[in-house]
């Protein structure tokens, strides 16, 4: 066994993951994979907010079989557990998305391929020999979008993962001090066939941040949602949502799926944490979809919590690339196993042994809360 693959084993949780990537990672990567926007208060309130949360277990329940499967838009998953889309992943290891598609197949899991990924959509589809969804960003271009829709078709991605938080990019102060950009060598790969692969070489800001200010469009509105979902036989889920009403245009503009998201705390900092939104869309959306919810998530008991608030599945984020900067496909595959058996063992310990019987009744209300 090699220094670095001992060094990784003794990683016992994804907090101690993240310890490790930060001294291996280049800074302007680390930061940008890690930072959030402004003061960080978002992305510190998705940690804080699952750990105000407590459990109430339920015992003698006869745990000695937990069934953690699921099945989302005909996708047949061991576990509620996904890969967040997340954008250029060859930053942290030479085998990029390609890894984290792998070892998400390997784990039966799903990966969203991001439209910002440095390997190009084909590619990751072929790397890969499970279901895979793709995650859109709407140019203003509608050319490109539409390209992009049915290349992830043709190519036989399962769903669109539609993002509607970014109409410009959070203020990262870090990304913004360090000029972020990609080394010669990486692309925005999806984009090579429209010459937007390349971030813009001007301005004092991040690369990232002028790329999207003057290609990603920021008129978008619920109609255009509505032809995004005209243009593809696959569901569309749109990403981004904190709010009641919002899901409930987005499910009447076409979409079929709602993923409660703040961008990982990345864009409009003291946004409300995600754990704390998704009540309220649970209740407007009333079982009429699937509802996904992400950000914070680092422990089995975190994703519990997200579960028994109403929420099919979740997606972690950047402990993927974590595990994928210290050792490529097997750093991912790490960090799916221990999050999935934290999660198996909070399972048993509250008396859940399926998903069905992860209910509202495990979290403990306090008895002035109504
Ligand atoms: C480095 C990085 C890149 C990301 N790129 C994208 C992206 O391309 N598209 C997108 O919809 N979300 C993107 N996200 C947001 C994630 O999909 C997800 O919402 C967030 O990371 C979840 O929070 P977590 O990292 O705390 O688990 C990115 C997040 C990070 C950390």
Same mark, same amino acid.
């Given at each position: 066994m090699s220094a670095k693959q001992v060094s990784i084993k003794s990683c016992i949780n994804l907090e101690e993951l993240e310890a490790r990537a930060g001294q291996i990672l280049p800074a302007a990567s680390f930061d940008y994979y890690r930072g959030g926007a402004c003061d960080e208060s978002t992305l510190r309130e998705n940690r804080e907010a699952y750990r105000r949360i407590k459990l109430k277990p339920r015992m003698l329940?006869?745990?000695?079989k937990i069934k953690k499967n699921l099945t989302i838009f005909d996708c047949e998953l061991s576990t509620p557990i996904m890969v967040a889309p997340m954008a250029f992943q060859m930053l942290a290891h030479k085998d990029g998305e390609l890894a984290t598609a792998r070892a998400s197949a390997n784990r039966k899991t799903l990966m969203t391929v991001s439209?910002?990924? &440095?390997?190009s959509l084909e590619e990751v589809r072929e790397a890969s020999d499970f279901d895979l969804w793709f995650q859109l960003y709407v140019y203003k271009d509608r050319e490109i979008t539409r390209d992009l829709v049915s290349r992830a078709e043709a190519s036989g991605y399962k769903a669109l993962v539609v993002t509607v938080d970014s109409p410009v990019l959070g203020k990262r102060e870090k990304d913004i001090k360090n000029r972020f950009d990609l080394p010669?060598?990486?692309?925005?790969?999806?984009l090579t066939l429209h010459n937007l692969e390349k971030f813009p070489?001007?301005?004092?800001?991040s690369g990232l941040s002028t790329y999207i200010a003057s290609?990603?469009?920021?008129?978008?509105t619920y109609k255009d949602l509505s032809w995004i979902a005209s243009l593809t036989n696959l569901p569309v889920l749109v990403k981004g949502v904190l709010r009641a009403d919002d899901a409930l245009q987005a499910l009447d503009s076409g979409a079929r799926g709602i993923v409660v998201s703040n961008h990982g705390g990345r864009q409009?900092? &003291?946004?409300?944490s995600t754990i704390e939104a998704l009540p309220e869309v649970v209740e407007a959306v009333n079982g009429r979809a699937p509802i996904i919810v992400d950000g914070g998530i680092r422990r089995g008991t975190d994703v519990l919590k997200a579960i028994a608030f109403g929420a099919s599945a979740v997606y972690v984020g950047r402990p993927v690339l974590w595990g994928l900067a210290l050792d490529g496909k097997e750093g991912v595959e790490m960090v799916l196993d221990l999050i999935n058996e934290e999660f198996e063992n909070a399972m048993t310990l509250a008396g859940a042994s399926s998903l069905e019987e992860v209910?509202?009744?495990l979290i403990f209300q306090s008895r002035g809360e109504i």
């Open positions: 329940r006869d745990v000695s439209t910002l990924s &440095t390997c010669a060598n990486l692309t925005v790969k999806n070489d001007e301005g004092d800001d290609i990603y469009d920021r008129s978008l409009l900092d &003291t946004a409300v209910t509202r009744d």
